[in-house]
């Protein structure tokens, strides 16, 4: 008798369990639902009510991924979505879904993952970092939010003094005013960093329109140049940046994840005097077009050659016109009065004229 109480009461538990995780991910299947509607009918008002409040509060743009498909050029008022998936975690749940054209003939155009969790006694929307980072700890300076975990050492002063100098360089070197607190998160691993945004593994990684950045490194400054130079481009435009100017200028004022600037510029001179079929097009199209470090190196002699030679205003000119490369040329023709060929001579020019680092 006492065995089939037993398997009774575990049936009754497992039953209650199974019926809650399931209200709660129709709960949250229904509010996306009501989320999409709202923000593809253009009510961003009511969207909000669909969102948690601390992201709301703290983002410009709170739905990434919403942002993500305006930024391909795509209207999602005229797309439409399929949840593939939905399942739920330890104390949220979260949606696969795939977005399609009308017809849905070539496939889903963008595949999402979407998070919710509860608030106030409501499901509400969430952004992967919000998620993974719950029970972090944090320490501020005057210019970031530092964020560790428990098991963590938290950052030392003296790593926030040097935060906060850099934070000031690089404002001051770009011309620009960043009013806001970068928040840093720092991680165990690249699976980490790529967790936190949804994305593959990495290094480091930054959301520039919020502010944000996170690493395995105790510092990233590559990543606090793309935020802070986010602040070039016009705020109430939709435009991205050519990426060969964006990864340029953070090589050439932040370095890379284990390389300086200045090894930077060293690497781009040996590789301008052993190929002379280097191509600044070939870099435009393509920036990593002759691999990883290589790539790396010229785009950071080629920032430093824009800006050292023709000015700080030019570059920003050209880094916030736009990122079409078939635009690119002609940009480059208007603002620096030079075709591009003639712009290549002189970079590789400067760039092997370099006294070499002591």
Known sequence: MKSIASILLTLVICGIFVCRSSSNVNRAKAVFEEYIKALQRGFSTQAK????????????????QWVYLTFQGLNP?????????AKEQDGYVVLQVEWFYREGKAGPIQK???YFLEEDGRVVGANPIFIHTRGWLQKESKHFIYHFKPKQDPPTGGLLKKMDLFFEKVTGNLQVEYPFKIHYYQCDSAGEVGWLFDLEPSQARSQPMNGLAASTQ?????EIVHIISYQILPQNGKKLTPVYLDEGLAYYLGGASFLSSEQLIETAKKEIEVCDSISLLDLMHDPWAYGVNQSAALLCSLAK????IHGMPKFKELFSAGESY???PEMIFEIYDQSIEQLQIEWKRFVLELPPKR
């Open 218 to 222: 105790e510092f990233a400054p590559h």
């Open 112 to 114: 999402d993952t979407r």
């Open 49 to 64: 009510t669909y969102w948690n409040k601390q992201e709301l509060k703290q983002y410009k743009s709170f739905d990434w």
């Open 77 to 85: 008022a005229y797309l439409y979505y399929k949840i593939t998936d």
């Open 305 to 308: 050659y824009l800006i050292e």
């Open 326 to 328: 078939d635009e690119q």
